[in-house]
Structures are given as C-alpha cells and as structure tokens.
C-alpha cells in the first residue's frame, strides 16, 4: 500500500464512522416514526412537515433573527478594532494576542462572566446601586438582551481576525489617493476602505452567522430556558421531549442551511484549508 | 480620525477583557456576595473539598488526554497524506464537521452510539466521550499542521529519496521533525477544545463520566457562585498559558 494511502485511511475511517455514519443515521430518523422509546418504522415525511407549523417557524426565525443581530453588531464593534490593529505602528502581535487570548480560553467561562455581571446580585447591578443610580435590580439576565450580548462577546474574534486579514493587505496608497483627490477621512473610509476590505467582512459574518445560528450554550444560559433558539430545540428534543424524529428533522434542516451557507462562501474564496 | 480609533480600541479592550478580570477578581473576594470584603483564598480551597468538582477535572483531564493523543496523531497523518496530494472530498468533510452546529454534533453521535448498543452490550461512559472529542478536534490538528506544511518545501523529501531513503524514512526524518511545531501547536489547541466542551460531552457522556465543563454548567445554571470565579480563574491561567506557548512554538 502506499504510503499516502495507508496515511489517510485513518481520515477516511473517520469520514465513513464518524462523520457520514452519524448523519446517516439521524436522516433515516428524521424519516421514521416516534416510539415510547426511539424511533420505528413507519417511513414518513412527517417530521418535515411539522416544521412549518407556525410554533417551530417562529423559533426559527427568531434563531435567524438573532444570528443576524449578532453577526452585524460583530461587524459594527470588530470593523473599527480591525482597523485600528491595521494602522498602529507598534505592538500589532500583542494587539491581535489580545483579541485572540479570550478568545481560546474556555468558552463556558466567557458565557459564564456574564452571568456573574449581570444576574440581580451581579456586579453590575451592585454597582449601579451603590451609586444610587437604581433603587431594585434590573432584570439585565435571562432575556433576548443578555443572548445577544453573550453571543456578541463569544463571537467577536472571529470577525476581528478577516477583516484584519484584509485591511493589513490593503494598498494604503489607495487611502492616500483619496485624500489626495479631497475626500475626507469619513468618505475614505467608507467608499475606499469599506469595499476593499468586503472579503473580510463577508468571511468574517459566515464565521460568525453560523456558530450563531445552531448556538446552545449561550441561549440556555444566559436566556435561562426562557430563549428557545433552533440549538435548544434540537436538544430538547433528543433529550425531555424524546422526539427523536423530529429533533433529527430540525438538526438536518440546520445542517443544509449551514453547508449552503458554507458553498456559497467557500466559492468566493476557494483556497483550501486557509 | 486616529485619536477616535484609539480611544475606541481602549473601549474594545476593556469590553473583551474586563469581564474575565473582575470575575478573577472577586474569586479573591472573602464574601459570597458581590460586595468586596477582603482577600482570601477560600473560594479555591472550597474546589479541592468538592469531590465533584476534583471527580470531573479529573475526569476532563484523562478524557483529553486520550483525545489529544489520538487526534494530534491522526489528524498529522491525514494533514500529510492531503499534503502529497489533495482530497477535495476529505477536505469538504472535515471543513464541514467544523461548521456543524456542536448540538448537532452532539445529537448525531448520541444517535450513533445509541445506534452501535444495540448489538454491542456497551453503555455511555468515558470511552463514547473520547471518541466524540477525537471526531470534532481532528478538522482542528489537520488545519493548523497543514499550515504548517505550506511551509515545507517537497524538494526536501524528493532529495532525501534520491540519497536513498525509502518515503517511509523521508517522512520521519525529514518531514516530521519540520513539522514538530505545527504538531506541539495542535496538540494544545486539540487539548483546549476538548478540555472545554460542553455541548457535545453533555450528549455522549454516561453517568460515570462527568467533566469539569459539566458540573461547572449544572452550577451555572443554578446561578454564581465565587467557586466557579475560582475555577474559572484556574482555568483562564492555565489555558491561556497552554494557548501562548502553542502561538511561540507555532512561530519557531
């Protein structure tokens, strides 16, 4: 056998057991029938069909609707940090370190902080108190506000890091030109740099978008049970409801949108493995 | 405009960093209430007196160990094999792996396992974790030790062959020591991804194996507590030093 065979025959026993074996097997649940315990023949387009029943359709558009949230407030508070790493002068590694380093420690402890700032008896609220500024706790957590906001915080890398990408490649005579030729630094920077630095921000949002989309922990901790997004849906079904079907019915439907959304991107940039 | 930006990146800083600050912060603090009364150290003696906490470090510890182990050595074959030759349906595979939403993941190797009981007399327990945490850290070990490839030239291998050496031999002495960076680099990011995981562990783990991540979930859950400020602080120090000495190796 040769050597570059019997190296990836490892990846490809992973491909078939461990990657196509799994989603195999939820799709053919997705098409079987609900029993006390599992799943069992009848074959049925069923389970698909109930998710157009208003009650799911809301909770996905809602789960859109945050993602989508979430993904332009990454784009409005990462753009101007990207840019500001790309101009300075010193310290761009230690710069990008600190965006990086939150980033890679534990993502349970992020959602966790703002649980700490933000519950009734959190900082936050202790703080504003102390001053007098609020006389009752202000239900800061378990709402739509502290999912956005967790979801916002745990995300921002990875909107940082492409747009950055692109900016550190932009030709700063284009911005001298511009300035050049009259335009202010404002019109510069939104008819000159903004649409040069677009593939960026386009990896950037998909990077974001989705994580966002199929998002569990965050919703179910910061929104306490009361934020029900696709990611708890799905859980919920596999796991209280015991709606094996239909749990495997919405988690294929989140696996299309995600690898649609996934070609679209990878046929704008196709280098692989960048 | 410059004035503007960096007054923003101080704002930036602190939205990304101030969290975790005050919340290492009050882990020092001697009251349980948000109110700072002192220092001391209570909150982190309070860990080493939880079994359940010192039970599923311990066990997050062995879990990653393992998957470490087994996805830094896969995922170095595989980024090898793609190397000498690309597989775009490989490639796709492990590209989508990492975009699946985690619950998804999770759901999909419960429903495997489950699937693999019914003729195997096995139950969720450490060993279902493993595997879990090898499927989703291998995509990770392929990407950063392919990056580093890049970085190797083929010529290398090709002139060890022509001095005689077998591509078995060209591969170990040649390739490989190129590539122990890339490797260390992969390892700690493999080690970090599995030593956090919640979502996935959650659905494959059985009763007897329960993480760190898990108990400080269920805690979570119940509201804060300044032991999890501790072992949050414990955990932030010790992987974002893993995570450092990975991005120093990766440079070398």
Redesign the interface.
């Known amino acids: 056998m040769?050597?570059?065979?019997s190296?990836?025959l490892?990846?490809?026993l992973?491909?078939a057991l461990?990657?196509?074996?799994?989603?195999a097997?939820?799709l053919a649940?997705s098409f079987l029938t609900r029993v006390y315990v599992?799943v069992a023949p009848p074959w049925t387009a069923e389970s698909y069909q109930r998710l157009f029943d208003p009650l799911y359709l809301v909770i996905l558009a809602r789960s859109f609707a945050i993602a989508l949230a979430a993904t332009a407030l990454c784009l409005v508070?990462a753009f101007?940090?990207a840019?500001?790493?790309s101009?300075a002068a010193r310290f761009k590694t230690l710069?990008l370190?600190?965006?990086?380093?939150?980033f890679?420690?534990?993502?349970?402890?992020?959602?966790?902080?703002?649980?700490?700032?933000l519950?009734d008896?959190?900082?936050v609220n202790?703080v504003l108190q102390a001053l007098g500024l609020i006389h009752a706790p202000l239900p800061l957590l378990y709402n739509d506000g502290a999912v956005l906001l967790g979801l916002v915080?745990g995300y921002?890398p990875f909107m940082v890091l492409p747009i950055y990408a692109t900016l550190e490649r932009l030709d700063p005579s284009l911005v001298e030109a511009a300035a050049d030729l009259g335009a202010r630094?404002?019109a510069t920077?939104f008819r000159v740099v903004v649409p040069l630095a677009r593939p960026g921000i386009v990896a950037g949002s998909i990077l974001v978008f989705?994580?966002c989309?199929?998002?569990?922990?965050t919703p179910?901790?910061l929104g306490g049970g009361r934020t029900v997004l696709v990611?708890n849906l799905?859980?919920n079904q596999?796991t209280t409801a015991r709606d094996?079907p239909f749990?495997?019915a919405v988690?294929i439907a989140?696996?299309l949108i995600?690898?649609l959304l996934?070609i679209a991107f990878?046929r704008r940039e196709s280098e692989?493995?960048a | 405009m410059k004035r503007w930006l960096a007054a923003y990146a101080v704002a930036f800083y602190a939205f990304l960093h101030l969290p975790l600050l005050t919340l290492a912060l009050f882990s020092f603090n001697s009251s349980r209430f948000t109110r700072w009364e002192g220092l001391s150290l209570t909150w982190y003696a309070a860990i080493f007196r939880d079994p359940q906490i010192l039970e599923g470090a311990w066990n997050s510890i062995v879990i990653a160990l393992w998957a470490t182990a087994l996805a830094t050595v896969l995922g170095t074959l595989c980024a090898y094999g793609l190397w000498k030759r690309n597989s775009r349906t490989l490639t796709g595979a492990l590209y989508l792996s990492l975009v699946t939403p985690e619950i998804v993941t999770g759901v999909s190797l419960l429903a495997l396992f489950q699937f693999a009981f019914r003729w195997l007399h096995w139950q969720l327990g450490l060993y279902t974790v493993v595997i879990a945490h090898v499927a989703f850290s291998l995509a990770y070990v392929v990407i950063v030790v392919s990056a580093r490839l890049r970085t190797v030239s083929p010529a290398l291998e090709e002139a060890a062959m022509d001095l005689g050496a077998t591509p078995l031999q060209a591969f170990w002495y040649v390739t490989l020591p190129a590539l122990a960076p890339g490797i260390l680099a992969a390892a700690l990011l493999a080690l970090t991804v599995s030593f956090d995981d919640y979502v996935i562990t959650s659905m494959v783990a059985g009763v007897d194996s329960e993480t760190l991540p898990m108990v400080i979930y269920a805690m979570a859950r119940r509201g804060a507590s300044p032991v999890i400020n501790a072992i949050s602080a414990l955990i932030t120090v010790v992987f974002g030093a893993l995570i450092l000495i990975s991005e120093r190796v990766r440079k070398t």
Do not use: E
């Open positions: 040769k050597l570059r065979t190296f990836l490892p990846a490809w992973w491909l461990l990657f196509l074996a799994p989603f097997i939820v649940y599992g508070f101007p940090a840019l500001f790493i101009r710069y370190q600190l965006v990086m380093l939150p890679w420690t534990s993502f349970l402890v992020r959602t966790y902080a703002w649980i700490f700032l519950r008896t959190g900082l202790t915080y921002l630094p404002l920077l989705i994580p989309l199929g998002a569990y922990l179910d901790l990611g799905v859980q596999f094996w749990g495997a988690s989140l696996m995600v690898t996934l990878l692989p493995l």
